[in-house]
């Protein structure tokens, strides 16, 4: 989740998780396994790095940071990496694959990568999990809530501030939905010049309205304080909310969907021990135990079937969900990201 994560570490990274096997020696040397942090981190820690420690005698060394690739990359080049495994976003995976900051995956390696789901395959990463932008709302504010992106620009029928991520990404997807472009049409839309200029003039109809959020957990807190009526939002954080005993609402027609990956920076000292951490959490019933900890999809097709019932609902990829989802086209925004990105900056600052 691009989302938005937490303040960047120092290069050096200050891991707090070490977790070892009292009753085995440490069998091989330390694997430095990083993510994104937060409630992620924690359904991780649980679902995947524990049980990989206590099955191999491995011990594991959990860090985080905040996605950037910059981090990465410099890293890379001054032939200092000291982490083995690194959480990332579709977009940053798909860019540090094609300039080399990635170790190459072998799916013969990954022990079920012919279980995972479309997309989660990729030549530098494995998925980890699938998450969503969804349309959020407080249902005692809202009786009757909006069901779709169009709503969310009715400031008419439902008044109020609406909260949106500040950024290109998912906002023009979200501003051509509510302009009534049909989901398998957006990319299509949205690589032409008219397209952009279309997503554009939706934004201005709605800019007066909106207050930007930045962070993954300001959604739900702008929503729950009466900030805004309604919010741009990634679907696990609301259910954290839900969770908490807050009435939030997800309306599912229309959300972006995208996944995460674990990727091996170039110059790694433990390939090897990397490739079996992450086939070991691409086995279904450790996906499984993820995904009942935190509302994101599991990457494996066998899991998503044992996931149960309750919980199945709130997942993105559920057949419920994923029949109205957007999938992120990653090869677009590698290729006309940065542009868009900086006439979106300009755009808002106006």
Known sequence: MNRMKKAVLSASVSFFFTLACAAAPVLAADLVV?????????AQTKAFYEPYQKTTGVK????????????????????SVNWDVVEVGSSELARGCEEGLFEQIDPA??????????????????????????LAYDGDRL????????????????????????GALYSLEIALLADGVDRKEVYK?????????????????????IQWWEAGAQP???????????????????ANAQKEGKNLKIVWDGNIYDFDYWAIPRGSRN????????????????????????????????????????????????????AHAVVVDTRF??????????????????
């Open 220 to 238: 739900a807190q702008y929503l729950v304080a009466g900030d805004v009526v309604m919010s741009t939002a990634y679907n696990g954080r609301i």
């Open 34 to 42: 990083v993510s994104f942090g937060g409630n992620n981190k924690d």
């Open 109 to 134: 390696k990954i022990g079920e990568g012919k279980d995972l789901i479309d997309g989660a395959v990729q030549p530098c990463g494995a998925g980890i999990f699938v998450w969503s932008t969804v």
């Open 271 to 322: 390939v090897a021990e990397a490739q079996k951490f992450i086939a070991f959490a691409s086995r279904p019933e450790n996906q499984k135990v993820f995904s009942e900890t935190i509302a994101y999809g599991p990457a494996s097709k066998k899991a998503l079937t044992l996931v149960s019932k309750k919980p199945l609902g709130e997942l993105p990829n559920a057949p419920q969900n994923n």
């Open 143 to 166: 009786k009757k809530g909006p069901t779709s992106w169009k709503d969310f620009w009715d400031v008419k029928k439902f008044p109020g501030k609406r909260a949106m991520h500040k």
């Open 60 to 79: 594991l060394v959990a860090g985080e940071y905040s996605g950037e690739l910059a981090k990465i990359k410099a890293m890379v080049d001054t032939r």
């Open 189 to 209: 839309t949205l690589g032409t010049s008219a397209g952009v200029d279309r997503a554009f003039k939706k934004l201005d109809q709605l800019k007066p309205h």
């Open 333 to 350: 925004w590698t290729e006309y990201g940065e542009s868009l990105e900086q006439r979106f900056n300009a755009w808002a600052a106006r």
